[in-house]
């Protein structure tokens, strides 16, 4: 009888672990459902991925384009700085500069001009006041005992 108890128990016990197993077994039940809401969750971040791609694909793009003007733009600064400093440089031919007169106190540009056609009569040129367009000091540093340089004096000849 005791045989029979054993087996009864033994037999009870496997019943138990195989309702156990079946519970288990019971959550598999949702797993096509589960399978399905994950196919379409990495479907939706396939879709993300895609649009991504191609956006990055449009900012490649334009990022080239907005290169490619910068170096335009830049050769074409470079190309204008360039033809201002020869047009600077063309208008400055007409120019003189003149250092070391002294500066007097209240100067006006008519003292100057005056001071400069004394300068070119000593230096014997025929160059009259009908020759000069302007005459004028650069502006300079202030006058302080270290600073003693007069600042200089441009004189634009009529063309």
């Known amino acids: 009888m005791e045989t ?16 156990i197993e079946l519970k288990k077994l019971g959550g598999l039940k949702d797993l096509p ?19 991504i791609r191609s956006n990055m694909d449009h900012l490649k793009e334009e990022n080239a384009q907005l290169k490619k003007r910068n170096r335009d733009l830049e ?41 400069v056609l004394q300068i070119l009569k000593k230096i014997d040129t025929t160059i009259t006041k009908d020759a000069i367009d302007v005459v004028h000091r650069l502006r300079g540093k202030p006058k302080t005992d270290q600073n003693k340089k007069c600042p200089s004096i441009i004189v634009r000849f009529v063309a």
């Open 33 to 51: 459902s589960k399978f399905e809401s994950f196919e379409n969750q990495l479907s939706a971040i396939l879709n993300e991925i895609t649009i």
């Open 4 to 19: 029979k108890l054993d087996e009864d128990t033994m037999i009870s016990s496997q019943l138990n672990e195989t309702k």
């Open 75 to 115: 050769e074409k600064n470079a190309k204008m700085d360039s033809q201002l400093n020869e047009l600077e440089q063309y208008g400055r031919r007409q120019n003189l500069e003149i250092h070391g007169i002294p500066m007097l106190d209240n100067e006006t540009n008519a003292a100057v001009e005056d001071k």
